[in-house]
Structure formats: C-alpha cells, structure tokens
C-alpha cells in the first residue's frame, strides 16, 4: 500500500491559488487586507472540515450527501444541552453522528447498497428531524456563553482560532490517513475493493470509519458555525454539502475513489473562499459566483483527466522499454 498514488495536480493548484489570490489583491480595492485574510481563512476551515468529511467515504468508492443535515442536527443537540453543559452538548452531537455515520457505513458494508440513494434518503429524513427539532425558532446559544462565540472568531494574528481549529483537525486526519493501517488500507478499498477484501482487508469496517469520520467532521463544522453565530436551524447548512463537494473535487479527489489528500482538499476549499469573498467584495451579483466556481471545477477535472492521462501513457511506455530490453 506504500506505492499508492494519493495525490494528483497538487502544484497545479497551488499555482492557481497564487495567481488568483495576487490578481484579487490587484483588481479588488481592499481584498489585501488581515481582516479579509482572516474572515477567508476562518471559512476555509469550515469548509475543508465538510470537504474532507466528503473526502473520507469519496476515497473508499462512496459518497456521503447527508453531511449537510448531519452537521444541523448535530448543531442543535449542542445548543439544546448548551443550557446544562456546552461542553456536554458538544460530545453528544458528536457520539450520536459517529454512531448514525458507522451505521451508514455498516449497512453498505453488508447490503451493497448505492452510497447516494442511501445518504439522500437519510439527507431527507435528518433534515425533516432537524425542523422537528427547532419548529418554531432557532436553537439559542445562551446568553452566559456568548463568550465562546467571542472566543472563536478572536484573531491569532491574521487568523482566527474558529480557522485554526478547523485545519488543524483537517490536517490531523490528513496524518491518520497517511500514516495508519487504516488510513491505508481506506486507499486499497477504493482502489480495488475486491482486491483489498482478498487481502484480509475488512472492508465493512473499512466503510463505517469512513462514514463515522464524515458524520464526525460534518458535525463538528455544523457546531463550530452555530456557536459562532448563536444559534441553529434546520435551515441553516444547506449550503455546507455544495461547498464540501466543491472543495473536495476541485481538490482532486476522484469519484471513483482510491486518491486524493487533505491538503489538497485545503487549497480546494482556499479556491472557493478567495472566489467567494472577491464576490462579496467587489459588489458582483451572487450568480457570477457560481459561474466563476463551475468553471473552476470543470477546469480542475480537465486537469485530473489530463495528469491521469498522461501518468498512464508513461506508465505503458516504461513498460514497453522495459520489456524490449529483457
């Protein structure tokens, strides 16, 4: 498992992300500012935890649509219990999306079942809980703990501790998937899930780790956004499972499964946050967003297919010279 390739197009995007930050700097009057590198920051780290949630299950051949309603309910219950213990409410949201996540994870495992009619079924179902959860009004953070919103968007230099907490996490799973016997072996089943199985790989629990960590990463994005706000609707994240997928594909990780990495899912998310604050800044009409990022993803496929491409036919030339010399 050593060998795999895990990582493709990561200096293409990194070049983008440098001409596209110095172009913004010089088109847009105040875009080169700490108080915009912080705000894009802090969004890249609620951004890359939903992306790299997504990441998770893409890597093993899956996909998880239900982390957007995953992370509202998991809000809720946060600010529900906040009353007695914030901390408290915290690790049960998080427990009960684990539990749900291995859950989803357990029964493709077993049945087979296709990944996204599964999790639409349950994006519909959580959402339906979530308005069943806060009817009338949105769940409050209370009054004593406003402080911990304070706390979150307080700046650490240019960069708030909401975006810090957010990479770092991201980068920590970046780590366990890189260097652990699971992480790995999360690789080997979206590679070859027939193969991996072959070699002693379970590939169920494989699954529910996949899911389990998506579920937790979405929850945790979920929470962090609704503290930092106050409050938690059933309404409120609909736009978390856009941004995830978009920053998980313009990040380079495939459909298929087998590849992809955290840090590139980072720069996906950095991507998105420069188009969308360049938006906001410059006074552009919301739908030139959505132009602006569907271009970059069809250019960053364009670009996968492209190295994939070209990776293969150097492969089958080595080959060839290999075998014409033996």
Known sequence: MSGLKMDTGFHGRIAICIVLAVGLCLIIPGFASVATASSVV????LIALVGAGIMLTMV????????ASVAAVAAIIALKIAGVSLLLGIVVALGVAAIYGAGIGYIIGRTGINSMVLTVCTLIGLRGLALVMAPQRPAILPGDLFWVSDALVA??????VLGLIGIFVVIIVGVLMRYTTTGLSMYAVGGHAERARGSGVNTTRIYMVAFAGSALLGALAGILAAVRSGSA???????FLLAGI?????????LEGGRGTVVNV?????????????VSLGGIAGSFESIVIGGILLAMLLLDYWLRKRGGSRSGIRGTIKQTAS
């Open 60 to 67: 093993v051949g899956q996909l998880d649509l239900s982390i």
């Open 233 to 239: 609707s059933g309404l409120g994240f609909e736009s």
């Open 266 to 278: 980072l720069i996906g998310a950095l991507i998105i946050r420069l188009v969308s604050t360049a």
């Open 155 to 160: 700046r650490i230099g240019p960069v708030t």
């Open 246 to 254: 978009t920053a998980a594909v313009v990040g380079g990780v495939p």
């Open 42 to 45: 802090e969004n890249v780290g």
